[in-house]
């Protein structure tokens, strides 16, 4: 399988963000730590995740095959810790996209 899929673990920071008329269309998925049954940074909603994804597409993943962003550095931490490639996501307000 080649390309990417985009999910976004806990859709509520990316409404806040950039809105909510597009936010949901930005992505092939939406991974809730709520169904999971722990929060981040806990391994274990990581691991859910990694879990769910590959369900997802149907094929194994390598943990360094999922980029990770979050805007809390506790988050991306314990992302990088787990294996997946992480980043500490910014938004600059004042540089926001019209709605965010």
């Given at each position: 399988m080649t390309g990417l899929a985009a999910y976004v673990f806990?859709?509520?920071g990316v409404v806040r963000d950039f809105g909510p008329g597009d936010a949901a269309r930005l992505f092939d998925a939406v991974l809730n730590s709520a169904d999971f049954g722990v929060?981040?940074?806990d391994?274990?909603?990581y691991a859910a995740a990694h879990a769910a994804i590959e369900v997802d597409l149907r094929r194994g993943l390598g943990r360094g095959e999922i980029?990770?962003?979050d805007d809390r550095?506790?988050?991306?931490?314990?992302?990088?810790?787990?294996?997946?490639?992480a980043q500490l996501f910014t938004l600059d307000r004042q540089q926001a996209p019209q709605g965010a």
């Open positions: 806990d859709l509520d929060a981040k940074p391994v274990r909603a980029w990770f962003t550095a506790e988050n991306v931490a314990a992302a990088s810790e787990f294996g997946w490639q």
